[in-house]
């Protein structure tokens, strides 16, 4: 089965850095997104990504934070400044359809020191 | 506001017994509903969904969930357990009137199969 691959599987930063979490989505995939879950609590959503643009994004998305499609492939996810409160497993996602089910990635774990 | 709740934060059963994973969901329109299982250290499976149609919907390894309007419920199933089924399961929903996509996670219910 295609798989969702995210890189790298954990990454360590200090407060005020910026970080990179990087995404391969499913080939022929249009619509893309990002969760994140912080530990013992739910997963959450952060922003879905369609026709190279974004289409939503929660609160949690702020000026913080980006997205990019980069080229036909890749599928980033920024965050300017990091801080403590970013520590969380990022899950990218991908789906053929808005609606239809989503493959995820394995995740970034991310840990702000 | 779209909500998803799992009432038990893990359920234990004996292999080759039944299995049920509780969940609830609040939208404002019709659902669309599915439940995804993590194993240790991989993303989220997807199992099953409900668009429409059917009330029982199956999905992979097994499992089924059914979905009841009047209760709001959609509850995960499996007749006889398997040790390997031992993972956190996520039931989710998505407002079918609403044009966002974004799924809302319920918190994880642990399942725990034992020998």
């Known amino acids: 089965e295609p798989e969702v691959t995210q890189t790298p599987s954990h990454q360590v930063t200090q407060m005020g850095q910026e970080v990179i979490l990087r995404c391969v989505p499913i080939?022929?995939?249009?619509?893309f997104y990002w969760y994140r879950q912080i530990l013992g609590q739910k997963v959450e959503f952060l922003v879905s990504f369609y026709n190279n643009e974004i289409s939503e994004k929660s609160e949690i998305f702020d000026d913080q934070f980006s997205v990019e499609r980069p080229d036909g492939s890749n599928f980033t996810l920024k965050i300017r400044s990091t801080k403590l409160e970013d520590s969380a497993m990022y899950f990218c996602?991908?789906?053929?359809?808005?609606?239809?089910?989503?493959?995820f990635g394995s995740g970034t774990q991310l840990s702000v020191l | 506001a779209q909500s998803v709740a799992q009432p038990e934060d893990q359920v234990n059963v004996a292999e080759g017994n039944p299995l049920t994973v509780k969940c609830t969901y609040s939208?404002?329109?019709?659902?669309?509903l599915f439940w995804y299982v993590q194993y240790p250290n991989r993303g989220l499976q997807f199992l099953l969904k409900y668009i429409t149609g059917d009330n029982l919907v199956k999905g992979s390894y097994g499992f089924e969930a059914e979905f009841n309007k009047s209760q709001t419920s959609f509850h995960l199933k499996k007749p006889s357990a398997l040790v390997s089924d031992s993972a956190l399961y996520f039931c989710a929903v998505r407002d079918m009137t609403d044009s966002s996509y974004k799924l809302i996670f319920g918190s994880g219910t642990r399942l725990l199969v034992r020998p």
């Open positions: 939208v404002s329109g019709n659902p669309y």
């Open positions: 080939s022929n995939h249009l619509y």
């Open positions: 996602a991908s789906s053929d359809r808005g609606h239809e089910k989503l493959f």
